[in-house]
């Protein structure tokens, strides 16, 4: 039978897959959901109970299915991924997901070839790049969910402070998705006032210390996934909704620009790494990621992240 387009096939069906998959569901983002578990018996759970409500939703085909099911997707969400066990270093928890991509992402390309592979696993940004050296797919058609949720988290705890819509905050974190991230304060701005600007406008600009400020603001975002993790285990709720966000520019052919993770060539130096920036995200994938001007101490940092990523790189075999 054909394909309901369109169609989003996700790989692991654990906290993130799963709610992924419940928020795509309630968006309406596809007609089809695959869910693609190597426990069968959680991916079979996971879409009885999701099928359960749809009554409430707009119709959506729900079903578990082996590699197979990933044939006419558009786009394949691969959250599948080891977990770090008792005295398993970063690098040994890398090899280790490595060696698991090396089987997914084969058995995807051979019903999947002509979809866009959206990874989220972690350490994102060096499996964006593991996954595009595998597959040989264009690099545009291999996305990392980047800091998609860092600018989130980064632009609601701005607002926060600021008491204005997360909305009219427009502000970015690039380069890895992790510890050498960056905020780009030199184009971050509300309601199209740069902060120099915003701030001695904001009410509370007499008993606030700007550069102290917006220095916790970032240290919050950088710190939220650790905090958050030890509070309850795993952050699932926001990064589904980032990758809503991500799978709704694709299918609906948005145009939209997105802090994904993507292939970066030539830029402030930077080459043959995958970190994320500002990206044209549309049914194509990432059609081109924008070279926004960076200020020096703002070059420094992104060429810092990009060099850790890559020293870490050659420790793994791909």
């Not at 696993?121 to 597959?135: A, C, G, H, K």
């Not at 995958?274 to 001007?293: A, Y």
């Amino acid at each position: 039978m054909k394909s309901l387009k369109p169609k989003v096939a996700i790989i692991g069906a654990g906290v993130v897959g799963s709610t992924f998959a419940f928020a795509s569901m309630i968006q309406g983002i596809a007609r089809e959901i695959v869910l693609i578990d190597k426990n069968d018996k959680k991916a079979s759970g996971e879409c009885m109970d999701l099928n359960h409500g749809m009554s409430f939703t707009s119709p959506t085909k729900i079903y578990p299915a082996d590699y197979e099911g990933c044939a006419d997707s558009d786009i394949v969400v691969i959250t599948a991924g080891a977990k770090q066990k008792s005295g398993q270093t970063r690098i040994d928890l890398l090899q280790t997901n490595t060696d698991l991509f090396k089987e997914i992402i084969p058995r995807v390309i051979k019903y999947a070839e002509d979809a866009i592979l959206l990874v989220v696993t972690n350490p994102v940004d060096i499996l964006t790049y593991v996954t595009l050296q595998i597959s040989n797919l264009p690099p545009g058609k291999v996305i990392g969910s980047g800091t998609v949720l860092d600018t989130s988290r980064f632009r609601y705890l701005i607002s926060e402070h600021c008491e204005v819509d997360p909305r009219n905050v427009h502000a970015y974190i690039i380069g890895e998705h992790g510890d050498t991230e960056l905020p780009v304060w030199s184009n971050a701005s509300i309601g199209g006032m740069k902060f120099d600007q915003y701030c001695p406008t904001c009410k509370h600009f007499n008993h606030c210390n700007p550069a102290q400020e917006l220095g916790n603001i970032f240290n919050e975002v950088k710190n939220a996934a650790y905090r958050i993790i030890q509070s309850k285990g795993a952050t699932y709720y926001a990064v589904a909704l980032a990758l809503v966000r991500i799978a709704e520019a694709i299918v609906r052919n948005e145009n939209s620009v997105l802090p994904v993770s993507t292939f970066i060539e030539d830029y402030y130096g930077v080459t043959d790494i995958c970190l994320s920036l500002p990206s044209i995200v549309n049914s194509t994938g990432v059609e081109q990621f924008l070279r926004i001007d960076l200020s020096p101490e703002e070059q420094k940092k992104f060429k810092h992240s990009a060099e850790t990523l890559k020293g870490i790189i050659e420790k793994i075999q791909i």
